[in-house]
């Protein structure tokens, strides 16, 4: 429910997302239609393929939409430059494209990259803000470990950190859960939360753990065959929308608690 307070910050409009070659156009999703407001933890749910990869690499304009447009602060991502575009949303992908010779103190660093100059100097600022991020993640003790000797869990908060030091409005995590065990995937969400009211950001991420997301986001994005739909988490569930997101073969959703359970 939009507040008299509320800012949107993320709009998509008829957007239609998939993959263009010379010779033709397959269309993944379309009609997509959604207003993100500031402050709010947003999920991104849906079946396997179903396109959750395909629509976040279309909003951090890694592949261009097929049609309608997306606009961020009020502004349409086309006329957006990359610069602009990196001081205003960062991105926290499955497989971290990094060299895990780093320190984390290094890697945590390289979120300051559009903001220092050519050779990557780091002023008192930026290592301000290096230090408030490994402190907001509770990772100090971190700083001068090498990657190679993280376990998955703590490099997903590295990899949290790197993109609160980029200082951007959005933070995009493409399945920031995976490889985690129970307890790390329910940490890592709790952690998303705890940042969205700590520092007003807004925070998209797709994910497999609908239950999680049901309990901790406070808006969802759920992508099925037929639509695309956005809304709280209760309204979502009255709306019936989980009971139609899998065949029922196997897992049904259980409206009163709010999560799938497998059939007898
Ligand atoms: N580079 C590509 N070219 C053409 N089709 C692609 C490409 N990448 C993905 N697809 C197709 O787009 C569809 C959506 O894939 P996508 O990876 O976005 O789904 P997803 O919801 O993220 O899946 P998962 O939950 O399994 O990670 C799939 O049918 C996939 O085969």
Redesign the pocket.
Known sequence: MKTEASHTILTAKQLS???K?KKAE?V??SNINFELQKGQLIGLV????????????TLIQV?PELSGSISLNGKDLKTTSTLELAKQLSIVL?EPLISKNLSVFELVALGRHPYTNWIGNLTEVDIAIINKSLDLIKIVDLKDKKCYELSDGQLQKVMIARALAQDTDVIIL??PTSHLDMYHKAYILKLLQRLTKDTGKTILF?S?EIDLAIQLCDTMIV?QKEKVVCNQPCQLISEGIFETLFPKDLIVFDEKTGSFRVTK
Do not use: F, P, V
């Not at 393929?49 to 690499?57: Q, W």
């Open positions: 997302i998939g993959y070659t397959t993944i999703a849906g079946a396997n393929g179903i396109g959750k990869s395909t629509l976040l690499r592949q499955t493409d399945e797709s497999h992508m």
